[in-house]
């Protein structure tokens, strides 16, 4: 293993062009005679649109065209399709609610895009939406799960949700779960709240739009993934072959699944494009993104586990309301279903289990993946179970958990879930992370707190999630004359370091310094496929097609090499990016052979494709104290530590910050972040950041990290995948631990987000109840 090898910490090859402004974002992008277009969103949750007046606008200073869904059907645009449908447990296919880019006589959230006006200028776009003209007769609207599911709610789709639900799925089996549960010595519940979460990314939702020379549709935008965009749009939109459109995804500034979507707005800047025969913009305003961009989680749950006399398990039922907001996102119906349902039991032995959820429509945004997308909420459910059948039985956290685990001579294991783990030492990583947190010193720590008036808690939780399986994916190299290597390949980095992983990869296989190596990702153009960025791929998927296209390119090299020293192929060997003979002391470069290929073959180029059997299975151990001041409802967290399994370590640096930003994700939830919409007018009342409130940096104490890793069987690196585990590991870890804290007031329930104000009023019940 060389400089570059796995388990360097290579510093990142990004960060030089974002520290210094050089990033190229959507928005960065403008051509030449540009336009702009500007969105009218509904104000209301639930209404017909009973008169619209566009001619004002039309005619406004600057505008160039205003587009409504006649437009839409004029060039025979379709609706949104739906990427994944759900089968109900009566066999009946899930219907799909109509979704067309411009509301169709009815909105039915607030945000819902109506009308889109372009401009010379964004002012002058704006400015014409206040000429609009429209009226609406105002309908009852459901704005959560509560409200969308009680007798009489107001309906948003007669036909396809009647009573509001639009499937009713199940997973596993029933009979067996429920003969489990008849014979059990005890059973435990719980209900949880998995509350909507507005991903924020940093970088808002963009997209331009244009027609080239050619009369050719292209595409900018902020994705996570240029090819399955493409694909969509073309093939089931436009219904034009894919190769009229061309769609380019130049840095994008974060996305936790929200960016892989098509969304109206793409629609329509090519709209615009073809009607106005000039490039389009857009880019969305804050307020704008937490309106219209798609939401994550939003789940109401009861679970039980049935246990025998020892406290092992013995089936787990679980029933889950999933909110699907007012429309059917892409992957809307896949994330609370087969998304993250398999997850249920976690890291334990558990025989059997039974799953319902019931999709449920109401006058909201729509949802869909967020972080984990679906593996958080199945892990929240399990590990905040596994705590209170821990409370039960008089045992410790560690304890339920060491007694229920699947053993490492199991392995490959087939769960209740229908999921097979192909490794994992889970007591081993589970008495690392006690060691570290020093878990015997938390009773001193304990006293100490309150000999300043605060309430200490501590929670631990165990994760394991599935990633790193679907579709493949295709890395080629191409070496040009002067010896430098280009990487194309069809992930889509958000920031995650995806430049430095495959460039570091390909340094150590190639001998190359890392500044001769160029990766290209988002260009539908350049690279033939691509599966795009989520569910942790990049790596475990992209990486192993680029491990198998650095030994391609080394395999067609050595014959060329062996030419140019004119000596058999086996008596050369690749040493630091230098070409040698064994006999002898003669050598060449890889700009030798480059140039010697181009002169006979055009160019030396090699590819490689990895396609999974199977996912991975990363896991691994969160623990956390908190301090709660019981005067404020303050809550402050003192220590947090995770250890990881994620099987082979790449690059350390890379992987401490995927797996913290991660968890500051995860304990955001659990702290601040709560979508709110009124449950009876359905208006969003978290609009802006100054109502939606993200972590901060001043949140969080050090995180102490490490790993422990036993590589996975199931792709050639050993590669787990890391991008979403520390926000499946997060939130229940928080959430113990601040129920620790409370557990001696006699508090029994907390629900995300432990706000300061919630918190409070929670100790002040608790205490009130103590005192009655």
């Known amino acids: 293993m060389g400089r570059f090898g796995a388990g ?81 447990s009566d066999g009946s296919p899930m219907a799909i609610p109509p979704r067309p880019a411009l509301a169709r006589g009815r909105v039915r959230y607030v945000g819902q895009p109506i009308v889109a006006v372009i401009a010379e200028t964004p002012n002058a776009a704006r400015d014409a939406l206040e000429l609009i003209e429209i009226e609406f007769d105002s309908l009852d609207a459901v704005g959560d799960l509560t409200a969308a599911t009680a007798e009489g709610a107001p309906v948003l789709w007669e036909t396809e949700a009647p009573g509001n639900i639009l499937y009713d799925w199940e997973m596993g089996e029933r009979e067996a779960t429920d003969a489990a549960f008849a014979e059990a010595a005890r059973v435990v519940s719980i209900e949880l709240v998995n509350g909507r979460i507005a991903p924020t990314s940093i970088e808002g939702r963009a997209a331009q739009a244009r027609v080239d020379e050619t009369g050719r549709l292209e595409l900018t935008t902020c994705s996570q993934g240029a090819h399955g965009l493409r694909d969509i749009i073309a093939g089931k939109v436009l219904n034009i072959p894919t190769d009229k459109l061309h769609v380019l995804c130049p840095d994008v500034g974060g996305g936790f699944g929200m960016k892989i979507f098509l969304y109206p707005e793409h629609v329509l800047v090519l709209l615009g494009a073809m009607v106005t025969q ?31 006399a020892d406290g092992r398990y013995l089936a787990l039922r679980v029933d889950t309301l999933a909110n699907m907001g007012a429309y059917v996102s892409h992957f809307g119906a896949f994330i609370p279903t087969a998304a ?56 410790t956290p560690a304890e339920i958990r060491r007694r229920n685990f699947i053993p490492p001579e ?12 192909d490794s994992g030492e889970f007591s081993a990583v589970l008495d690392t992370a006690l060691a570290r947190a020093d878990w015997d010193g938390f009773d001193k720590r304990k006293a100490d707190s309150a000999a300043k ?96 296209a650095n030994d391609a390119l080394i395999a067609k090299a050595l014959p060329i090499a062996a030419e140019l020293l004119e000596t058999e192929e086996g008596d050369v060997t690749l040493d630091g990016g230098i070409f040698r003979m064994r006999s002898g002391n003669r050598t060449v470069t890889w700009s030798d052979l480059a140039r010697a290929a181009h002169a006979k073959d055009g160019e030396l180029t090699a590819a490689g494709t990895w396609r999974p059997d199977t996912g991975s299975f990363p896991n691994g151990c969160h623990i956390c104290e908190v301090e709660i001041d019981p005067e404020t409802g303050h809550l402050r967290i003192d220590r947090y530590t995770i250890v990881d399994d994620v099987g082979v370590t790449l690059n350390p640096v890379l992987l401490k910050g995927q797996v913290i930003g991660g968890a500051v994700q995860g304990i955001g939830q659990a702290l601040r972040e709560k979508v709110i919409y009124d449950p009876e007018t359905a208006q969003l009342l978290t609009g802006t950041l100054q109502d ?64 300061p104000p919630d918190l409070w009023r929670t100790i002040q019940n608790a205490k009130d109840a103590q005192s009655a």
């Open 453 to 548: 008036g605060l309430l200490r808690g501590r929670g631990l939780s165990y994760y394991v999630e599935v990633c790193a399986g679907g579709a493949p994916e295709t890395a080629t190299l191409v070496m040009d004359e002067t010896g430098g290597a280009t990487i194309l390949i069809g992930t889509q980095s958000n920031g995650q370091g995806h430049e430095t992983a495959y460039t570091q990869m390909a340094a150590d296989a190639l001998g190359l310094p890392p500044e001769r190596i160029t990766v290209v990702q988002g260009d539908t153009d350049r690279i033939a496929t691509g599966g795009g960025t989520g569910g942790s791929r990049s790596i475990p998927v992209g990486g192993a097609a680029l491990d198998k």
């Open 278 to 308: 000039r490039p389009v913009k857009w880019a969305a305003d804050r307020s704008e993104s937490f309106q219209a961009d798609v939401h994550g989680r939003d789940h109401l749950t009861r679970a039980e586990l049935a246990l025998d």
């Open 410 to 421: 199991a392995m490959p294991y087939k769960t209740a879930g229908g999921k097979v783990y």
């Open 8 to 88: 360097q910490a290579m510093r990142r090859v990004e960060d030089q062009r974002f520290l210094t402004g050089q990033g190229r974002y959507t928005d960065d992008i403008t051509y030449p005679n540009s336009a702009h277009l500007a969105v009218l969103r509904s104000p209301h949750a639930h209404a017909e649109i009973t008169a619209l007046d566009v001619t004002e606008a039309r005619t406004a200073p600057g505008v160039i065209a205003v587009l409504t869904e006649a437009d839409l059907t004029a060039q025979k645009i379709a609706d949104l399709p739906v990427g994944f449908m759900v089968t109900s």
């Open 692 to 755: 939606y409130a993200i972590a901060r940096a001043d949140d969080f104490p050090a995180f102490d990290f490490s790993t422990r890793n036993i590589p996975c069987t199931t792709n050639p690196l050993g590669v787990k995948g890391a991008g979403e585990a520390g926000t499946i590991g997060a939130t229940p870890t928080l959430v113990n631990a601040a129920f620790d804290a409370l557990w001696d007031l006699g508090v029994r329930r907390l629900d995300m987000p432990l706000t």
């Open 340 to 395: 993250g349902t398999g997850m249920l039991p976690g890291v334990y032995d558990i025989p059997t289990m039974h799953a319902r959820v019931r999709g449920v429509m109401t006058n909201t945004a729509p949802t869909d993946a967020y972080r984990g997308a679906g593996r958080p909420e199945a892990a929240y459910v399990i590990e905040r179970l596994t705590d209170k059948v821990a409370r039960e039985l008089g045992l």
